[in-house]
């Protein structure tokens, strides 16, 4: 009996053991199934589809462990419960004697065979559930496992395509605040390629699905456009009640320019008149006009339309950067006279006379000296450098001549000698010392004081024809059927000198307006003054076209 309650305590003792590393296994494999779960969503737990993955593996891990708790739980509880059933029942068939002894002997043995057999068994289907149990943890972990490392992946990519267009994004934003920075100049280049092109654009895109973005894209651009200085290159005719065209702004302007000249004029009993000095160009006093309303910090207005508020601001701009003085003195003057005693005989005699002599000076203000006047801002004087850079003369010239206010430095010379008589001026600085016929030297004298001389724009001449020849030897030369441009030098072949089909007079064309074409001329009349003619005038020989 104490051999049987021995081995009965081994085998216990062994069942204990078996249940006590059951036990271990089972918790190794939860702990081992809830890190794996945690392994693979620690990383990005904090993005959404890492979120969903680590629910994912918790959720199935959970379920795994608790079900192989609850298979080797039950299984264990069945084995100890069997053993210690078997153990009562061997006590309690306790025998005297040597029988009883024997039979114990024999039914100890075979009891605890069995109970060992039972236990072995028992230990190896435990074993062996936990084996499936691992296994079957083990691939719903590595399934768990693949489903997350697919959409960890997917995040991943995911998330490096948001960090990527973020970056696009970060990127664009700064593009675009060093483009606001360079507002002007994308802005001149947007308004060449719009100006000069939109109607061919439109023609081009319509054909594609992608018309309306375009179009938008385009009334955006021109919108900004026409909230800016540049908004002055689409104002044209005043088509609404109140509204004005600009070439009938330019014109009334000009009109109170020449009207204060004539003023002075009228106003002095003069016997000699000389003027000297120019005013500013018309190109200058637009853009200190345009950048002044569009970019007034108070009250910022588009100059795309002119109305009688606009109108006065530009007088104001005009004449502020504009200013005619004069003045009157006596002076004794030389001159010639030659008297003929009526038998063929000259006589010269060199006399003086007291003379009162007029003197008009006309002097201006540049666009930079405007600018430092009216207090422009930066962003106002880089719109203002760029609207006068070289590069946006052809925009300018188009513009000018749309509303005939083309007025190239020596038009504006040419304009400002109106009234001038006697052509001293003139013909004394060309070199002469006594008078000569001054019509060439008129137009030389306007070259030179614009550098054209110099730079080989327009040649220096005393003589009509030199200058016909000079300008045909280059390829210069339009016949009487062109139609000039402002600045253009228009030459004339008199009918009362006979039609020779050489330069007798020579002139400065200041515009062309209703198949007129209006000008500028010396010794007319011994005096500088406008003259007009229709475009094709028999009598008009041809014109020199400088490469301005």
């Known amino acids: 009996m104490k051999e049987i309650r021995q081995k009965g305590s081994q085998k216990s003792a062994a069942t204990t053991n078996m249940k006590s590393d059951l036990a271990s296994k089972m918790r190794q494999g939860l702990i081992r199934s809830k890190d794996t779960s945690r392994?693979?969503?620690?990383?990005?737990?904090?993005?959404?589809?890492?979120?969903?993955?680590?629910?994912?593996?918790?959720?199935?891990?959970?379920?795994?462990?608790?079900?192989?708790?609850?298979?080797?739980?039950?299984?264990?509880?069945?084995?100890?419960?069997?053993?210690?059933?078997?153990?009562?029942?061997?006590?309690?068939?306790?025998?005297?004697?040597?029988?009883?002894?024997?039979?114990?002997?024999?039914?100890?043995?075979?009891?605890?065979?069995?109970?060992?057999?039972?236990?072995?068994?028992?230990?190896?289907?435990?074993?062996?559930?936990?084996?499936?149990?691992?296994?079957?943890?083990?691939?719903?972990?590595?399934?768990?496992?693949?489903?997350?490392?697919?959409?960890?992946?997917?995040a991943k990519k995911a998330k490096k395509a948001s960090k990527s267009a973020a970056k696009k994004a970060k990127k664009a934003a700064e593009n675009a605040r060093k483009a606001a920075k360079k507002t002007a100049k994308a802005v001149v280049n947007t308004v060449k390629a719009i100006v000069k092109g939109v109607k061919k654009l439109v023609v081009i895109i319509a054909a594609g699905g992608w018309v309306a973005v375009v179009v938008i894209v385009i009334i955006v651009v021109i919108a900004l456009i026409v909230a800016s200085g540049f908004g002055l290159f689409y104002s044209g005719g005043g088509n609404s009640s109140g509204e004005i065209s600009m070439m009938d702004a330019i014109s009334e302007i000009d009109a109170e320019y020449t009207g204060k000249l004539d003023e002075i004029k009228e106003s002095n009993e003069f016997d000699l008149l000389e003027m000297s000095g120019s005013r500013a160009v018309w190109r200058e006093v637009l853009t200190v006009y345009s950048v002044k309303v569009a970019g007034d910090p108070d009250n910022p207005q588009e100059t795309a339309t002119m109305d009688e508020s606009k109108?006065?601001?530009?007088?104001?701009?005009?004449?502020?950067?504009?200013?005619?003085?004069?003045?009157?003195?006596?002076?004794?003057?030389?001159?010639?006279?030659?008297?003929?005693?009526?038998?063929?005989?000259?006589?010269?005699?060199?006399?003086?006379?007291?003379?009162?002599?007029?003197?008009?000076?006309?002097?201006?203000?540049?666009?930079?000296?405007?600018?430092?006047?009216?207090?422009?801002?930066?962003?106002?004087?880089?719109?203002?450098?760029?609207?006068?850079?070289?590069?946006?003369?052809?925009?300018?010239?188009?513009?000018?001549?749309?509303?005939?206010?083309?007025?190239?430095?020596?038009?504006?010379?040419?304009?400002?000698?109106?009234?001038?008589?006697?052509?001293e001026t003139y013909w004394s600085w060309y070199g002469f010392p006594?008078?000569?016929?001054?019509?060439?030297?008129?137009?030389?004298?306007?070259?030179?004081?614009?550098?054209?001389?110099?730079?080989?724009?327009?040649?220096k001449f005393a003589g009509c024809q030199i200058a016909v020849d000079w300008f045909d030897d280059r390829g210069q030369w339009r016949d009487n059927r062109y139609v000039p441009r402002p600045g253009d030098i228009i030459f004339f072949d008199w009918e009362f000198n006979g039609v020779t089909g050489t330069a007798d007079h020579v002139g400065i064309v200041q515009k062309v307006e209703n198949n007129t074409v209006f000008t500028v001329e010396g010794n007319s009349s011994d005096s500088v003054a406008q003259r007009d003619y229709p475009v094709g005038y028999e009598e008009i020989l041809g014109y020199g076209v400088p490469l301005y």
Request: proline share 1%; aromatic share 8%.
């Open 434 to 459: 006594s008078r000569v016929e001054w019509c060439a030297c008129f137009v030389s004298w306007c070259a030179d004081r614009c550098g054209y001389i110099d730079s080989g724009v327009i040649p």
């Open 311 to 423: 109108l006065q601001e530009l007088k104001d701009v005009f004449w502020s950067m504009n200013e005619v003085d004069y003045r009157t003195e006596t002076k004794e003057v030389e001159f010639v006279e030659e008297t003929d005693d009526g038998n063929g005989n000259i006589t010269v005699e060199t006399k003086q006379e007291t003379k009162t002599v007029l003197y008009i000076t006309i002097s201006h203000r540049s666009a930079e000296e405007m600018a430092s006047e009216y207090g422009f801002t930066d962003l106002q004087r880089t719109q203002l450098n760029e609207m006068l850079s070289d590069e946006n003369k052809g925009l300018w010239d188009q513009f000018l001549q749309e509303v005939n206010a083309l007025d190239d430095d020596i038009v504006s010379i040419a304009y400002s000698q109106i009234g001038n008589t006697g052509g």
């Open 39 to 154: 392994e693979l969503s620690y990383e990005d737990r904090y993005e959404s589809p890492d979120a969903y993955a680590q629910e994912k593996v918790k959720t199935i891990s959970g379920n795994a462990a608790e079900d192989s708790i609850r298979v080797v739980k039950g299984t264990a509880e069945k084995t100890y419960d069997g053993g210690k059933r078997l153990v009562q029942q061997i006590k309690q068939k306790k025998r005297t004697g040597e029988d009883i002894k024997q039979t114990a002997k024999s039914t100890g043995k075979a009891s605890f065979k069995t109970v060992d057999k039972n236990i072995k068994r028992a230990g190896r289907t435990v074993e062996k559930g936990i084996g499936t149990i691992e296994r079957s943890a083990r691939v719903k972990i590595k399934t768990a496992e693949k489903a997350t490392a697919e959409t960890v992946q997917k």
